[in-house]
Every structure is written in C-alpha cells, then in structure tokens.
C-alpha cells in the first residue's frame, strides 16, 4: 500500500518550527556555528556537558526555571529547578572526589527513572568522570559482563537491586571500588561494604568548580551489543553535547517554554542523550516518569503536565494503538505540539494513527549508541513520507552503500537497498569501543562509518529503513546480541548447542526466541523448556532472555562452525531458505 504525504502547517500550535527551510537550514549549517550556541566553561577553560546543561542556566535568568519534575509510581511529585540541581550535582561530584574518584574513571548507575540518576549522572560528568547507565531489567550476568569491561569503579544503585543482582556478584568485579546505595539507613547498614548514597550527599559540599576539561574527554560509556563477541562500550566524549543541543534544535523543536517528556529507559542511551542532557542545555523542563507504559496514565501526563513535546518508541505507540482512540479524547492534550519517535521502525500505519488520535503525525528519526544523538529525522516544518526516517540533520551526509571486492560504493540510484553509511566528523560520534580498537576500525571503511543497517534513498533524500545487515535483535527498543544469550544457554548442563534469533512480534518489533539441542543424556520435555525459560530470566533478565525455546536435532552452522541464524530465521518464518551451499554437511 502506498501511503499518502502528510503536509504540514507553517505553524504548530502557534508555534513556528525552528527549521522553516530544510534545504537551507542544511546549506548554511556548520558545526562551528552549534557549537557557538553553548557557552564553554568559563576563563576558556574547554567544555564540559555539565555546564552547558546545568550551571550556565543556574548562573543566569533560568536559574528557578522547572528543570525536572519527577512524577513517582505512587503518586509523589518531586521539582528541581536549575539551581536545585546546580547544588545537588555539585554534591554529587564532592561525594566522588571525596571517595578518591578522578578523571576517567567509569561510574555506573543501575536505577530506574528516579532523581538520584539524574544527579549522579550529572554530578559524575562534572567531576570529570565517565557515566555509564544500566539497564534495570538487566540479570546479573548483562551486569557483570559491562562493569567488567568497562572498569567500573563506582556502582550507584538502589538496596533491592543490589540485593537481587549484585550481590552475588561482588566478588568477580576487583575494579569495583566504591558502591552506593539508595535506600533506608537501616537496611543499607545490613550490607556490607557498602555507602549510603544520601548520607554521602548530606555531607558532601555543595560547591564545585568544574576543572578544566578538553572536549575530547571522555564523558559517558553506553554499552551496545553486536552479533557475537562480548557487549560493546561505545565512548563519547564532552563535546558531543553540541550535537545534542543541536539535535534538540532542530529534530525535536525545542523552544523555551516548552515541557519535553522522554519516554525512554534511562539504561539505554535515548535516556541520556535526551533524557537528560538535550532538554537540559536548552534550559526547558522535563517530565520524569517513575513509571513503565500504561497508556491511561500517559495521557494523563501529556494532559497535566501540559507536555508540548513528546518522544517516545513504536512499541509504546503499538501498544497505544491496541488500546484505540476512544479513550485519548477524555484528555485535553491541546498543549502538546510535536511528537517524534526513535529505536526501531515505525510503521506507516503509527505514523498516519497519531494524526487520527492527536491531531498530529509521529515524527520517525534515526540514530545509534555508535552516533550518540539524531542523525536522520523528520522535522516539524518537513512534510512527512509515512514509513521513512527522514532526511538527514544538517551537518550529517548520509548515504547508501556497497561493498565490493573489497572497495565501498555510494551507490547514487534512488530507491536502490544498501547499507547506510555517514560521513565520520560529527561531535557526538563514539570515539571507539572500550579495549577494542581492532572492532572500532571495522566499522570504517573508504572514509565512510558503515552502520549494520540495510536502507534505502528516495530521489528527495528520504531514508527508508530495511533492516538489518547483521543479526542483533531489536526488543521493543532494545538492541541485544544473541551470541549473550547463546552464552548462557551453553551454560545449562542440558544444552548442546544453540542459537537464537529475534521472532518478528506485532507489538514488540521483535522477541528472542532460542532454537536447542541437547546434550544426549538428556530429552526435551515441558519441564525442561520451562527450566531453560527460567535459567536465561535469572542470568540475564526479563529483558534479554529468550521467551520462547524450541528443542531441534541440530542447530545448522556452517563448515566453519558459525551458527546459521538466518536460516534458523527463514525456516521459522517459512521463508526460502537461500543459499546454503556452506551449511555443515551440505
Ligand atoms: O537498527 C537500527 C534501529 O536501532 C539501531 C540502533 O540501536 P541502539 O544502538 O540501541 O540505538 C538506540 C538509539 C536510537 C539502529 O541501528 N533503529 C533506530 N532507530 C530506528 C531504527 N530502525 C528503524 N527505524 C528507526 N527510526
């Protein structure tokens, strides 16, 4: 089916997009110019993401603007203006110089959505350490795989996560230093080896001065995963926050007065790239929901929290669509102006669905953990093409490409699938993938960064994704790499060989689902399935283990010995299963 054009107004809401022209917008655009809308830490003494997000608007006319309002599961309200969380960071960077931790050093944060993320991934940045967020829904083994990998010297996480994930941990992870934990006096003394987040806040002074910091230094770790191997710590440095107030700008039309909500786990980095640090250089206010999707609550919010911008994922939108329109028009959501949408594809269907149930289309936009913010969008003022990504943000040249003998090809045809590639340069690019230089270098190649996606280009410069070039699974927004879960199925004594593939879902884009054979002194039954189901939860969590397992003879690999995953795929869909002139025993 062919989905009509959706034409936008010159005005929104009253409101003009930042970016009336895109043609223009991307002709005269430089990175020298987006870098002269943030301030750099006073005396030229570089730029740190902590000032251009906090102290510069609590030095000056913003300093009592609403900075963050957390909204807590059961009702609670917490405000922090742009002074209150000048204060609270600084704390939290005294906590960590108190504790010895420097330059560098990698703090990790395991929480859901509650303030004391916020400060400390802040007050982490300015102390000049690196922020490396978790994910709340990983298992202990995602958990020690990346504090392992990334050094981590601090933990900041709550008493009953660490009970239920870390504890048991502790002992494998020697460059943990220091954990801190969020909770009751009383309960956080009965751990041992262990400081009280809040009493270490009590104490700590509440002034900082941000040291001189290069824009090259390294400011936050986000972990990502690839087809095999271990997890991956792409580095960003301090000056990708000029892309992501830039992004801000122009992707998601941030104006002064508005009231943004980021919808995405604080884990991953949406949740931090505009989640925290995007909102927080333009000096506007962000709604923080403690809690996880549920569509009546969410209209709430937009409705009493008057939100104006709204950035959220398919999966939610999916899910909103199950629950139909009818119950949207109880709210009064005459407030919000601009609704975009990022981590998975976006059917044509959701986006022309918002335009029915809120008067305005979901806006698709494209980007990595790899490139750190918004590198393809559609904007406020650009009329929308259902089902594309968009056209790339100024300062990104965006192409597709192909590889052959050896040498890469732009390949100029529109409409023609290859791989999407962009032009290395842009501030928030990953700078490499912690220890792994030799894995960073194979994402290059002939001047080009080669995403691992599959797209096409229209003759206008629309992106329209395909999918991908590799065989990562996509899970209501979350990247995870089978070979993880491969890992810890060969850990159960039962298991011979396996192999895992992300099933195509109606509301989740995709769900792991794990294909075994066993071991031959054992046979597979309901009882084993449900042991294997309930091994994968408690080593690597809801999020990332396998909701279905079929037992099979053989899992087929190639001649080689690497697991054929697009063949387990084809046949589990019934698809041809192409060629596998390489499958072992062919
Ligand atoms: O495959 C693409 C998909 O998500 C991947 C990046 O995942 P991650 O590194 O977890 O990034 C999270 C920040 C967005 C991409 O390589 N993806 C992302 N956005 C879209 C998308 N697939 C289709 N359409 C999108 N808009």
Redesign the pocket.
């Known amino acids: 089916m062919r989905w009509e054009p959706i034409t936008k107004p010159r005005q929104i809401r009253n409101v003009a997009p930042n970016m009336p022209d895109y043609a223009k917008a991307y002709a005269e655009f430089s990175w020298d110019k987006a870098r002269a809308q943030l301030d750099g830490l006073p005396g030229r003494r570089g730029l740190n993401i902590a000032h251009e997000a906090i102290d510069r608007h609590a030095a000056g006319a913003r300093r009592g603007h609403l900075a963050l309002r957390w909204l807590g599961r059961h009702g609670e309200v917490r405000d922090f203006s742009y002074a209150d969380l000048h204060l609270l960071t600084n704390r939290f960077a005294n906590v960590l110089r108190k504790l010895g931790v420097g330059k560098g050093e990698r703090v990790f944060l395991l929480a859901g959505r509650i303030p004391e993320l916020y400060v400390s991934a802040i007050g982490a940045i300015k102390n000049g350490s690196v922020f490396c967020p978790l994910f709340s829904a990983f298992g202990p083994e995602p958990i020690r795989q990346r504090i392992g990998i990334g050094d981590g010297r601090v933990l900041v996480t709550t008493v009953a996560l660490y009970k239920r994930k870390v504890a048991e941990l502790r002992a494998s992870l020697p460059s943990l230093r220091h954990v801190l934990l969020i909770g009751s006096e009383q309960q956080i003394r009965e751990i041992p080896d262990a400081h009280d987040f809040g009493q270490l806040m009590n104490e700590a002074d509440s002034r900082f001065e941000i040291a001189p910091t290069d824009p090259e230094d390294l400011a936050l770790l986000h972990f ?1 995963s690839g087809t095999t191997g271990t997890p991956k710590g792409a580095m960003h440095v301090h000056q990708a926050v000029v892309a992501h107030h830039m992004t801000g700008y122009y992707a998601l039309d941030f104006h002064p007065d508005d009231v943004f909500w980021c919808t995405a786990d604080p884990g ?3 949740g931090t790239s505009y989640g925290i640090i995007a909102p927080l250089t333009h000096g506007i206010t962000s709604i923080i929901d403690e809690s996880d999707f549920d569509a009546e609550r969410w209209y709430g919010i937009l409705q009493d929290q008057k939100v104006t911008v709204w950035y959220t994922a398919p999966t939610a939108v999916r899910m909103m669509m199950k629950v139909g329109t009818e119950v949207i028009a109880k709210y009064d959501l005459s407030r919000l102006r601009f609704i975009a ?6 059917n044509p269907e959701a986006v022309v669905w918002g335009q029915k149930a809120f008067g305005l289309p979901i806006h ?7 490139t750190g913010g918004i590198m393809i969008a559609n904007y406020a003022s650009m009329d929308i093409r259902p089902g594309s ?1 968009g056209r790339p943000l100024p300062g990104i040249e965006a192409a597709i490409v192909r590889q052959k003998a050896g040498a890469v090809e732009v390949v100029t045809d529109s409409g023609v699938e290859g791989e999407l590639a962009l032009k290395p340069g842009w501030p928030s690019m990953f700078r490499g993938y912690l220890h792994e230089e030799a894995r960073y270098r194979k994402c290059f190649a002939g001047g080009w960064y080669l ?3 599959l797209a096409r280009c229209d003759a206008d410069g629309y992106f329209w ?1 395909v999918g ?1 070039a590799d065989d990562v699974i ?1 899970s209501s ?3 995870i790499g089978p070979f993880e879960v491969e890992s810890i199925l060969l850990e159960h004594p039962a298991v011979a060989e396996a192999g895992v593939i992300g099933k195509p879902d109606e509301v989740a884009g995709e769900v792991v689902k794990a294909f075994v054979s066993l071991k031959s002194s054992f046979s597979p039954d309901e009882q084993l399935r449900r042991d294997l189901l309930g091994f994968t939860r408690k080593r690597l969590g809801a999020a990332v283990a396998p909701k279905e397992i079929d037992f099979v003879a053989n899992v087929p690999k190639t001649r080689s010995g690497k697991i054929m995953r697009r063949l387990l795929k084809a046949r589990e869909l019934g698809l041809p299963e192409g060629d596998v002139s390489t499958l072992e025993g062919a």
């Open positions: 990502t991953w980095i949406t949408s990022v981590g998975e594809p976006l698709d936009n494209w980007w990595q953990t790899e990504m995403t691992g996606d994704f991908r996509k927004g979350h990247l």
